[in-house]
């Protein structure tokens, strides 16, 4: 019944800036955050940003000053706007959706290549 739909992966140049966006729908009740993981190659996945209902975002080091993570509650909508992309930064971006018992919710991953 849950359902994230992501958007907003492709290819960039380094430097280059992309806007990914996820919409949750379904009998989620109450959400406790929204966010964005990604796996990058060789990779396990890891925490990208997110952002708790009501609180502060948090980032990964390795993003801070790049990448801004927002919400739009009204909609359910989390964005995740990536400026300055490097190389290092290509990965497959899953949204991510917790409700207040700790059940997490996944979308199905959108492909972010940066590349020359």
């Known amino acids: 019944q849950v359902q994230l739909v992501e958007s907003g992966g492709g290819l960039v140049q380094p430097g280059g800036s992309l806007r990914l966006s996820c919409a949750a729908s379904g009998s989620i009740f109450s959400i406790s955050s929204m966010g964005w993981y990604r796996q990058a190659p060789g990779k396990g996945r890891e925490l990208v940003a997110a952002?708790?209902?009501?609180?502060?975002?948090n980032y990964t080091d390795g993003v801070k000053g790049r990448f801004t993570i927002s919400r739009d509650n009204a909609e359910n909508t989390v964005y995740l706007q990536m400026n300055s992309l490097k190389v290092e930064d290509t990965a497959v971006y899953y949204c991510?959706?917790?409700?207040?018992?700790?059940?997490?919710?996944w979308g199905q991953g959108t492909q972010v290549t940066v590349s020359s």
């Open positions: 991510n959706v917790r409700n207040r018992y700790g059940h997490a919710y």
């Open positions: 952002m708790t209902t009501g609180g502060s975002p």
